[in-house]
């Protein structure tokens, strides 16, 4: 029987159309049914059909955490209502008064609910270059818990040695924790590398339509598994089995999408890298890149975001944004279509202006999420916006 498809051994973009899909036992259904039902009946006393309420468990949501855990390469998965869900979520793992260390340059919303939110609740962060190791094993402090991994960065792209990173935790007993939504496991898989949790915004390529919020954790062991599963049941920061099922069916196309991504974020690199408007660009695929050799060691590609400085700063900045026709001007990434947002002023502004300045965030940065569109087609039209700039 279908339901019992056994994905493990096939191969990713495989795994992408089948894992977790098959919960229909009653009509065969080829696509996984929405099941909006809040709770469940009970047999008799404890004779339950493996569900009772759907905080708790719901076959839909079931079914994406079953192939998001297939494809992450873990125990097992939690979806809930959106990245920051998750990210809060994994933290309450963590015991009263714990310490942290992050990397300076991490997704604005993470930020916040580590300098703003969590030392409300005794959880201290330390902020360090996560392209240093050094620098990472001197923050280690003894009620130091966790490190928190986000790579390639955000926006600047710069990567952090994964492997390296988690073994130093691992030596010192702590938790690894990695936000794949960047790279999605198509291009980088934590859990191999030695993470103990992987977190994602399925809000962005998971999903990848722009059409709805949410979230994931999926952890290397059964017991962590358990655990965040338990805490999100306590929070209630589990997803709708709505948007479960979206995610699913844009997880289908996964494959596709990040190899189209892929090659329009190559090709703007290497068009913007030529353009006399443009000062640096944060690519890990281009040969200039610092870290590219490490890119190429611990990703399978590059991904679809890179950003770069404009000369003449926000002025120069957002007069280009202003003059781009095909590029959304917007938060977010990981959409088929193309998006371009200034970190300074919008995804980033929880971060002071010190603060962006250490991590290198400056006021002619502009970021993009390259789209899955005709890669000449997103050329040109950025070539009309420089040139209606003179
Ligand atoms: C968007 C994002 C988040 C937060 O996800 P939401 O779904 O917006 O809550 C966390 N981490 C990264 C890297 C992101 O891009």
New binding site residues.
């Given amino acids: 029987m279908k339901k019992e498809l056994d994905t493990r051994g096939l191969d990713f973009p495989t795994r992408c159309v089948h894992s977790g899909v098959y919960k229909d036992e009653v009509y065969n259904s080829v696509v996984t049914p929405i099941y909006p039902s809040s709770t469940f009946y009970f047999e008799g006393p404890g004779q339950t059909s493996g569900y009772d309420y759907t905080r708790t468990r719901n076959p839909t949501r079931v079914a994406l955490e079953e192939n998001l855990a297939s494809l992450e390469g873990g125990a097992g998965c939690t979806a809930t209502s959106?990245?920051?869900?998750?990210?809060s979520s994994v933290l309450h793992l963590l015991p009263e008064n714990a310490h942290i260390i992050a990397g300076h340059e991490?997704?604005g919303?993470?930020f916040r609910l580590f300098n703003d939110i969590m030392p409300k609740r005794a959880l201290k962060v330390s902020q360090v270059d996560m392209r240093d190791i050094d620098a990472v094993r001197n923050a280690i402090r003894p009620e130091t818990k966790a490190i928190w991994i986000?790579t390639p960065s955000?926006p600047l792209l710069n990567l952090t040695d994964v492997e390296a990173v988690c073994r130093l935790a691992q030596e010192h007993g702590l938790l690894s924790i990695a936000?794949n939504?960047?790279l999605t496991p198509f291009l980088q898989r934590p859990l191999e590398l030695g993470a103990d949790l992987v977190?994602?915004?399925?809000?962005?390529y998971l999903n990848g339509h722009s059409d709805v919020?949410?979230?994931a954790v999926i952890a290397a062991t059964d017991e962590l598994a358990e655990q965040v599963a338990a805490i999100c049941n306590a929070l209630g920061t589990t997803c709708s089995p709505y948007d479960a099922w979206l995610v699913l069916r844009g997880v289908k196309t996964l494959s596709l999408r990040m190899a189209a991504h892929e090659q329009n974020g190559m090709a703007l690199a290497r068009f913007l890298d030529q353009r006399p408007e443009v000062e640096r660009v944060y690519y890990p695929g281009l040969e200039s890149h610092p870290d590219h050799a490490l890119a190429c060691r611990q990703q399978s590609g590059f991904g679809g975001m890179l950003s770069f400085d404009m000369h003449g700063g926000e002025e120069k900045a957002q007069a280009f944004i202003a003059g781009l026709r095909l590029y959304s001007f917007a938060e977010?990434?990981?959409g088929v279509e193309s998006l371009i947002e200034h970190p300074a002023s919008m995804s980033h502004a929880a971060m002071t202006p010190e603060g962006q300045a250490a991590a290198g965030i400056g006021p002619g940065t502009i970021r993009v999420s390259a789209g899955i569109e005709a890669s000449h087609d997103l050329i040109a039209d950025m070539e009309q916006a420089f040139t209606a700039l003179d």
Avoid: W
């Avoid at 959106?82 to 990210?87: V, Y």
């Fill in positions: 959106t990245g920051m869900s998750a990210i991490i997704y919303g993470t986000e955000n936000d939504t960047f977190v994602h915004s399925t809000t962005k919020v949410g979230g977010s990434l990981g």
